[in-house]
């Protein structure tokens, strides 16, 4: 299986709130807010790890989740937000400007 | 307000996050607005460290929306560069507000490039003569509508906005029609803000009652004239615990020059980032916590008013006629144009008119034993 790579896209707009993302898609100005396992997605995405090791060292460690399972889940996930234009995926490391990840307290 | 932005808001306001910020970087313009209520002389703005820094605070604070407003945002020659990184290493959703002349094709392709949500651009007037005479520029409106068409034509979400004064009264429609046209937005805001200094001048450059009204019974603006309307019912419980708007509880704004106040039309000072951290004045200042501790309950005259549960009163107008717990007459005026019930403070005002009549006959009585002396 290739490996799958993913970035934030450029154009949207992020900022933490209370352990979530609330993620504004630069096409059309839809609100999006991200749960804690998508979060943690987001925050990792910085186009050169790819998704099987964030999940395995961001997700798996902090929920007791099968890798297996928790991989299938985050594609799933990593191609949706891509549908929104929220997310970049690749097959191949995303080389991209450096970005903030949008946290706050 | 989207039903997510408003979960959001209100999850903001309970964990007393600064969700949306207006900054205005510049008090200079390059047009003159006659209804303007700023003093366009530079008094020693922020520079491009300062204005960095207060982003990278506002960001670690959790403000999200960033209003970026002036005076003229284009004329600081390091625009680019602080929009740049508020939105590159920052990531708000910037929106933009401006009149757009200096833009022209690349800097409009720069601003969609840096994914700025929106572009509002102040039109007061389809006709030339009328803009023009407004912002008191000859040529400002055709430079302005040639910006448009250029956000435009990079997919940009534009705003036209239009100050309703008695000079532009009769070329709103045609404003509409003219956003329509570009495939644009508009909005329509009747209210003129006193001046910084605290003249109210300007206030006279305003629509009278009868073109309010006019403009509150235009299905095309207000959708269902009799609901828009009607008299609301009286105000429960709820209603007079609820906060008066989001100013100081998930807004607020900073000036060119570093004061963060409750809202740009709510000018309390309230502390200085370039003395203090922002998230210290957003937490602790004591003029934003009064603020904040305002329920509609608190409010004096408004509590008795017929309207109070669906007026638009304006803490911060209120706050420039003397009280921010007090009445906004701009708001009265809105709310009489609607619904042809005078608030409680026009009331209030009627009575002491009548009460100073008496004073005059009273002065005429002594006038008049003096001479029969």
Redesign the interface.
């Known amino acids: 299986m290739s490996k799958l790579y993913v970035a934030r896209s450029?154009?949207?707009?992020?900022?933490?709130?209370?352990g979530e993302m609330?993620i504004?898609s630069?096409r059309d100005?839809t609100?999006?807010?991200l749960n804690r396992t998508a979060t943690i997605l987001w925050q990792a995405a910085d186009g050169i790890t790819p998704l099987d090791e964030i999940v395995q060292q961001q997700i798996c460690v902090k929920f007791e989740v099968e890798p297996t399972v928790a991989l299938q889940d985050a594609e799933s996930l990593a191609r949706q937000l891509a549908g929104h234009e929220i997310l970049q995926i690749s097959d191949q490391p995303i080389q991209q400007?450096t970005?903030?990840?949008?946290e706050?307290? | 307000m989207s039903g997510l932005l408003e979960e959001m808001t209100e999850k903001a306001r309970k964990l007393n996050i600064p969700l949306s910020v207006q900054v205005d970087l510049t008090y200079r313009c390059n047009e003159r607005c006659v209804h303007c209520y700023l003093d366009h002389d530079d008094h020693g703005e922020m520079s491009t460290a300062e204005i960095k820094h207060l982003l990278d605070q506002m960001a670690e604070a959790g403000v999200f929306i960033l209003t970026l407003s002036g005076g003229e945002i284009f004329l600081r020659k390091d625009f680019f560069e602080i929009l740049e990184h508020a939105r590159r290493k920052l990531m708000f959703c910037v929106k933009l507000k401006t009149n757009a002349i200096m833009i022209r094709e690349p800097e409009a392709a720069r601003i969609r490039d840096l994914g700025v949500e929106s572009i509002q651009i102040s039109i007061y007037s389809h006709r030339p003569e009328v803009h023009d005479g407004i912002t008191l520029v000859p040529g400002s409106l055709k430079r302005s509508l040639d910006a448009v068409r250029f956000l435009k034509s990079q997919g940009l979400r534009v705003i036209l906005a239009n100050v309703l004064m008695a000079q532009n009264m009769q070329d709103y429609q045609d404003v509409r029609s003219l956003a329509a046209e570009l495939g644009v937005e508009s909005t329509l805001d009747p209210t003129i803000t006193p001046m910084m200094d605290g003249n109210r001048s300007v206030l006279d450059l305003g629509i009278d009652r009868s073109a309010l009204r006019q403009v509150f019974r235009d299905p095309a603006l207000v959708g269902n004239v009799e609901e828009f309307c009607a008299i609301a019912a009286p105000a429960d419980d709820s209603t007079l615990e609820s906060l008066p708007c989001s100013a100081s509880h998930t807004t607020c704004y900073v000036s060119p020059y570093g004061d963060v106040f409750p809202c740009v039309q709510f000018p309390l000072p309230t502390g200085n980032v370039r003395k203090q951290k922002f998230i210290d004045i957003w937490r602790y200042s004591d003029q934003m916590n009064e603020v904040r501790s305002i329920r509609m309950k608190d409010l004096t005259t408004c509590t008795s008013c017929t309207h109070v549960s669906s007026c638009s009163r304006c803490p911060g107008l209120a706050f420039m006629e003397g009280n921010m717990r007090g009445p906004s007459s701009q708001d009265c005026e809105r709310s009489f144009a609607k619904t042809g019930v005078p608030s409680a403070n026009m009331l209030a005002k009627k009575r002491l008119a009548e009460n100073l009549v008496q004073i005059r006959t009273l002065s005429s009585v002594v006038g008049a034993a003096g001479a029969m002396a």
Do not use: E, I, K
């Open positions: 450029l154009r949207v707009a992020a900022r933490g709130l209370d609330m504004m630069g100005s609100l999006f807010t400007p970005l903030a990840a949008g706050s307290r």
